[in-house]
């Protein structure tokens, strides 16, 4: 069943509205595992921020080959459970959201 969090992707961006709803399905299955992953131990830390290969997370995903749209749908499932994916190229980056909206706010002096 889709989760009513993603039938706004599906209505408002024409790009998503061809994938399977089974997609959106296995995206927040691989969030929920990005959240383990997230809150287990390891590195010398009880839990915290990680970092992912490209192929790991195909591999979290099941899939021989990570879309982009699949992809994007991981990114905003581990949003929406409160972590931010990011994407650096050959690795993804995960942290808290919380943490993130604690980072210090640049000020205005530095954009002049």
């Known amino acids: 069943m889709l989760d009513y969090r ?44 990680f970092l992912l290969s490209r192929s790991q997370l195909r591999q979290l995903a099941g899939m021989k080959r990570l879309e982009d749209t699949t992809k994007d749908l ?8 409160g972590y931010v994916v990011t994407d650096l190229g050959d690795d993804f980056a995960v942290i ?6 604690r980072f210090r706010k640049v000020p205005e ?3 002049k």
């Open 6 to 49: 993603f039938s706004w992707i599906k209505n408002e961006h024409p790009n998503y509205s061809e994938v399977p709803d089974v997609i959106y399905e296995e995206a927040e299955k691989v969030a929920a595992k990005l959240k383990t992953i997230y809150e287990s131990r390891f590195g010398g830390k009880d839990k915290g921020r």
């Open 96 to 101: 808290d959201g919380d943490v993130m909206h």
């Open 74 to 81: 991981i990114v905003e499932a581990a949003y929406e459970a």
């Open 109 to 111: 002096r530095l954009l």
